[in-house]
C-alpha cells in the first residue's frame, strides 16, 4: 500500500465504548497528525507528533488519547466521547515539521458517529 | 482574526469557464502555502504548493501576493470534475510550537453542464 490508510473507515459508537482508530503512513514522514472535520467547520489540528514524540496537544479533552508506538503508525484511543465527537477524523504526515516546504498528506478519514 | 480565511461559496460556473478563489492570511511571517481540494466526504488532497510569487499546473494558477497577505487560484477552461471544495492552507512558523499549518473553511465550487 502506499500513501496514509486508516481504519476504519466508518465507526459508529455509543457513549460508553471504548474503540481505536488506526493510521499508517507508507511515506517514510517523520511527522504525523490528528485533525477532526465537523460540518462547515475548518480541521481542527488535534495531536501532532514528530519523531514518534508529541509535541502538540491542542487542548482536546482527554477523552481522545493518541498513541504513536513509531514514525509509522499513529492511533487515537476513543472513550465516553459525546454526541459532538462525531466528525471525520483525518490523519495526515509531512516530511518533518523543521522546514517550512513540507506539504501534509491526509489518509482517507474516520466518518465517527457518537451515539 | 482567523489565520486563514476564505469566501466560502458557493461559486457555481458553467463548464467552460475561468474562476478565481481567493485567500488572505493573517501573519506576515507565513512561509509557504498551499492549495487542496476537498470532495465531499472524501480527504482533503494536495492540488498545488506556492512558495514563491506562483505556481502553474495546467488549467491552475496558483499566485501569492506576500505584500498584501493574499493566496488566488485560477481554474482555466472548467471541468465538471473541477466540482469540489478548494482548501487554502498556510504554514507559518511559530518560534516556540514550530511550523503550523492553518487552514481555511473552504471554498465550495459547483461546475454546471
Known amino acids: 500500500e502506499t500513501g496514509v490508510t486508516q481504519t476504519p473507515r466508518h465507526l459508529v459508537m455509543g457513549m460508553t465504548n471504548k474503540k481505536s482508530l488506526k493510521c499508517e503512513q507508507h511515506l517514510g514522514h517523520n511527522a504525523m497528525y490528528w485533525y477532526k472535520q465537523s460540518a462547515k467547520k475548518p480541521l481542527e489540528l488535534m495531536f501532532v507528533y514528530s519523531l514518534e514524540e508529541r509535541v502538540e496537544n491542542n487542548s482536546v479533552p482527554s477523552r481522545f488519547s493518541p498513541e504513536c508506538p513509531n514514525s509509522s503508525h499513529l492511533f487515537l484511543h476513543l472513550h465516553t466521547l459525546q454526541p459532538e465527537d462525531s466528525a471525520l477524523y483525518l490523519c495526515a504526515s509531512s516530511q518533518d515539521r523543521a522546514s517550512s516546504y513540507n506539504e501534509q498528506f491526509f489518509g482517507p478519514g474516520t466518518r465517527l458517529t457518537v451515539l | 482574526r482567523k489565520e486563514v480565511e476564505q469566501d466560502p461559496g458557493p461559486f457555481n460556473v458553467p463548464e467552460g469557464a475561468t474562476v478565481a478563489f481567493n485567500c488572505t492570511y493573517s501573519?506576515?511571517?507565513?512561509?509557504?502555502f498551499f492549495w487542496y481540494r476537498q470532495d465531499c466526504r472524501k480527504e482533503p488532497k494536495l492540488l498545488m504548493s506556492v512558495y514563491s510569487s506562483g505556481n502553474e499546473d495546467g488549467r491552475f494558477t496558483a499566485q501569492l501576493n506576500r505584500a498584501s497577505q493574499y493566496i488566488s487560484l485560477l481554474i482555466r477552461d472548467s471541468k465538471l470534475s473541477d466540482s469540489a471544495t478548494y482548501l487554502c492552507v498556510v504554514n507559518t512558523h511559530l518560534s516556540v510550537r514550530g511550523n503550523q499549518f492553518y487552514f481555511g473553511t473552504g471554498t465550495s465550487l459547483t461546475v454546471i453542464p
Open positions: 501573519n506576515s511571517a507565513s512561509q509557504s
